[in-house]
């Protein structure tokens, strides 16, 4: 019986056996033939005695390969999660879940779902603390249904159906790659860059390998490397953009040469990319007021009136 879980587990592995196609085949076949004998029983009354009594004999022999109580348990409910919050590496290989996700363990860093049965990541599942994702052999077809945001290691990312990168994003390149200097704005600093990459499904690749973009300022030797925890896999030749905003604070700056490049995994490929710098306005220093300004120096004189010579000598640097 699958018990409501504690504060205490921080680990659960629950490994169930693959379900092979040749386990799925006998399986449907096993399925059709349970059908054909409840239609021939539901004519059970115009049977002779000669014929009921073969039917069993024929419905025992069919099904005794598959005992009844050998087909292992695959299905569990979310509830049984819900009381394990200190929960951090999770092992659900080959399982069903039912229910919702909204109080799922939100402490995860590592979650190994191989054949995981649905087509898209619950919305409700968090996995904002998410390190490590395992899904292999899984019918995932999208992340999320809609449209989800990450954000990681101060970075926004998102990933969206699209077939170019749009206008206002410059400068562009239909490589994986793109070199450019920044140029000065009169009253304004650099806050931050968004990227934009476009890259279609070759169809050719196992997507087992991380997507990654990396920028470099050359002028300050100062290198960033990002790659999120998902990345969207469009349907085979078909494209999709991946969008990103990285905030750099005073890295970059007027006259710097920048280099850009995206590495997708294997069997996606880059069609173009294009950068588009984000300006703030330079904070300037404020004049004080007159009034302000003989505030300040009443303020100070009544200071001095109460210290001492030697206190004011001491306090003045060499």
């Known amino acids: 019986m699958w018990v409501q879980g504690t504060e205490s587990i921080r680990g659960l592995s ?4 693959k379900l092979t196609e040749d386990k799925r085949r006998r399986k449907n076949a096993f399925a059709l033939l349970a059908k054909q004998y409840d239609d021939e029983d539901s004519n059970e009354k115009s049977r002779l005695p000669d ?28 509830w049984a999660f819900e009381k394990m919050v200190r929960l951090k590496l999770l092992n659900l290989n080959y399982a069903e879940l039912n229910g919702g996700y909204k109080e799922f363990p939100r402490s995860l860093v590592w979650l190994c779902w191989r054949g995981f049965p649905l087509k898209s990541i619950p919305i409700d599942l968090c996995l904002d603390k998410l390190v490590v994702l395992d899904m292999r052999n899984s019918k995932v077809k999208y992340l999320w249904k809609g449209i989800r945001v990450l ?7 998102i990933f969206l159906p699209g077939s ?30 968004s990227l934009c990459i476009l890259y279609m499904n070759l169809g050719d690749g196992g997507y087992i390998d991380d997507n990654c973009a990396k920028i470099n300022n050359k002028t300050k030797a100062v290198k960033w490397t990002y790659s999120p925890t998902f990345y969207g896999i469009p349907e085979v030749s078909q494209d999709m953009l991946w969008l990103s905003h990285w905030t750099f604070g005073d890295q970059l700056e007027a006259g710097d040469e920048v280099h850009v490049i995206a590495e997708m995994a294997s069997g996606l490929h880059v069609k173009e990319c294009g950068i588009r710098l984000i300006y703030e306005k330079k904070r300037m220093p404020q004049k004080l007021s007159k009034a302000a300004v003989l505030s300040i120096q009443r303020w100070e004189m009544q200071i001095c009136q109460h210290m001492s010579w030697e206190q004011l000598h001491i306090s003045v640097p060499s």
């Open 14 to 17: 629950l490994n169930l056996p």
């Open 51 to 78: 014929e009921d009594n073969n039917l069993k004999r024929r419905r025992l022999s069919i099904f005794s390969w598959q005992p009844a109580n050998t087909a292992p348990i695959r299905s569990f409910s979310t």
């Open 151 to 157: 954000h990681e290691c101060g970075i926004f990312s």
């Open 164 to 193: 170019r990168v749009p206008e206002w994003f410059r400068p562009k390149s239909e490589s994986p790659s793109i070199s450019f200097d920044i140029q000065p704005v009169p009253g304004h600093k650099i806050k931050g860059l």
